[in-house]
């Protein structure tokens, strides 16, 4: 299950046209190199970095960007910045993912200074965990901006979810390792792409519907540095919707990869330990196992393997539901093998 939702902020929080279009159209006059160009044209500009921006919509030379970058900021700072609002619903959106336990934040190649005076202008700072920009001065694309969000949380990129409107939002989340729902309320794209796109929201309120389709379609890896590696072609614990699946553990060591204990109920406590890492490493525990099935190589072994399990499973209100299967032989001579699946 995500645990992080980020949001670009032009045109995915807040319909900024209006003051971008104003500074960067000053910005060309004030550089004597404005003309009329096509509004889907104009549109262009707003998503990428401040130069790739003018490079895209404008065709400005080389010669001319660093000069178009500066007196854009200083425009923009005096009366750009403040001709912005939130898009209807984006507020109610965020209180609600907020009240399902995700945390929210904010991915945008707004330098970080403006992205953060932005958000205190529409009154919109509360609603953030994180912020996320380049530093004044900075060149970051958007893969380092996600990543950064992420890290200050502490929260795998893996479960992170960008919302944005543009390809520079989708590209940027593809490079990072995070999900991507696409906005289709903003600058970038159209109802019309919708059908291109494996996930996308309409508008502000069905961010929230989009984000549980997303998640209950969701595939992704958990390893854990405590438990065995996985040595074949499988995947320690696979996430899936609200349940993660974990590959039958034998009693091996972390670190050594030997076998440990010499008894079915010895090796049955080092397997739990295994588990318990795995569960641990997905944000779960033993108290949300819904599965149990434990593989014996004898089936003589059931009642000392029974009496771990219980231990195992002492004070835990739902008891698992289980299968206990006598097998011809284990991975390198095992005597148990426990496989689990746990609601997150």
Same mark, same amino acid.
């Given at each position: 299950?995500?645990?992080?939702?980020?949001?670009?902020?032009?045109?995915?929080?807040?319909?900024?046209?209006?003051?971008?279009?104003?500074?960067?159209?000053?910005?060309?006059?004030?550089?004597?190199?404005?003309?009329?160009?096509?509004?889907?044209?104009?549109?262009?500009?707003?998503?990428?970095?401040?130069?790739?921006?003018?490079?895209?919509?404008?065709?400005?030379?080389?010669?001319?960007?660093?000069?178009?970058?500066?007196?854009?900021?200083?425009?923009?700072?005096?009366?750009?910045?403040?001709?912005?609002?939130?898009?209807?619903?984006?507020?109610?959106?965020?209180?609600?993912? /907020?009240?399902?336990?995700?945390?929210? !934040?904010? &991915?945008?190649?707004?330098? $970080?200074?403006?992205?953060?005076?932005? @958000? #205190?202008?529409?009154?919109?700072?509360?609603?953030?965990?994180?912020?996320?920009g380049p530093l004044e001065g900075e060149s970051a694309n958007k893969s380092e901006i996600i990543k950064r969000a992420s890290q200050e949380l502490?929260?795998?990129?893996?479960?992170?979810?960008?919302?944005?409107?543009?390809?520079?939002? /989708?590209?940027?989340?593809?490079?990072? !390792?995070? &999900?991507?729902?696409?906005? $289709?309320?903003?600058?970038?794209?159209? @109802? #019309?792409?919708?059908?291109?796109?494996?996930?996308?929201?309409?508008?502000?309120?069905?961010?929230?519907?989009?984000?549980?389709?997303?998640?209950?379609?969701?595939?992704?890896?958990?390893?854990?540095?405590?438990?065995?590696?996985?040595?074949?072609?499988?995947?320690?614990?696979?996430?899936?919707?609200?349940?993660?699946?974990?590959?039958?553990?034998?009693?091996?060591?972390?670190?050594?990869?030997?076998?440990?204990?010499?008894?079915?109920?010895?090796?049955?406590?080092?397997?739990?330990?295994?588990?318990?890492?795995?569960?641990?490493?997905?944000?779960?525990?033993?108290?949300?196992?819904?599965?149990?099935?434990?593989?014996?190589?004898?089936?003589?072994?059931?009642?000392?393997?029974?009496?771990?399990?219980s231990k195992e499973f002492e004070g835990v209100e739902i008891l698992p539901a289980r299968s206990?299967?006598?097998?011809?032989?284990?991975?390198?001579?095992?005597?148990?093998?426990?496989?689990?699946?746990?609601?997150?």
């Amino acid at each position: 299950m995500a645990k992080l939702v980020l949001f670009d902020f032009d045109g995915t929080i807040a319909d900024s046209s209006e003051g971008i279009f104003y500074t960067s159209g000053e910005t060309m006059r004030r550089l004597e190199l404005y003309r009329k160009i096509p509004l889907e044209q104009h549109r262009k500009f707003i998503g990428p970095p401040l130069k790739e921006s003018f490079r895209i919509a404008y065709g400005l030379d080389e010669m001319y960007l660093d000069d178009a970058v500066r007196i854009y900021r200083e425009i923009y700072r005096e009366k750009g910045d403040k001709m912005l609002a939130p898009y209807e619903g984006i507020k109610e959106a965020i209180e609600r993912l /907020r009240s399902l336990g995700y945390k929210t !934040g904010v &991915a945008t190649n707004k330098s $970080l200074p403006v992205a953060r005076r932005c @958000l #205190e202008n529409i009154k919109m700072t509360q609603y953030f965990d994180v912020i996320s920009g380049p530093l004044e001065g900075e060149s970051a694309n958007k893969s380092e901006i996600i990543k950064r969000a992420s890290q200050e949380l502490g929260i795998a990129v893996e479960d992170t979810i960008m919302i944005g409107d543009t390809e520079n939002d /989708r590209l940027g989340s593809e490079m990072a !390792g995070s &999900a991507f729902i696409a906005a $289709l309320w903003g600058f970038g794209y159209t @109802l #019309e792409d919708q059908a291109r796109l494996p996930f996308s929201s309409i508008s502000p309120s069905d961010i929230v519907n989009s984000i549980l389709e997303k998640e209950s379609k969701m595939i992704s890896k958990v390893a854990s540095d405590n438990a065995p590696k996985a040595i074949g072609p499988y995947s320690q614990a696979v996430k899936f919707s609200n349940l993660l699946f974990i590959s039958g553990q034998i009693p091996l060591d972390p670190q050594s990869g030997e076998l440990v204990g010499k008894t079915g109920a010895e090796q049955a406590k080092q397997c739990f330990k295994n588990i318990k890492a795995v569960l641990k490493e997905a944000g779960t525990d033993i108290s949300r196992v819904v599965k149990v099935t434990v593989f014996l190589k004898s089936i003589g072994d059931f009642q000392s393997v029974n009496e771990v399990y219980s231990k195992e499973f002492e004070g835990v209100e739902i008891l698992p539901a289980r299968s206990a299967i006598e097998v011809a032989a284990l991975p390198k001579g095992a005597l148990v093998e426990i496989e689990v699946i746990a609601a997150l």
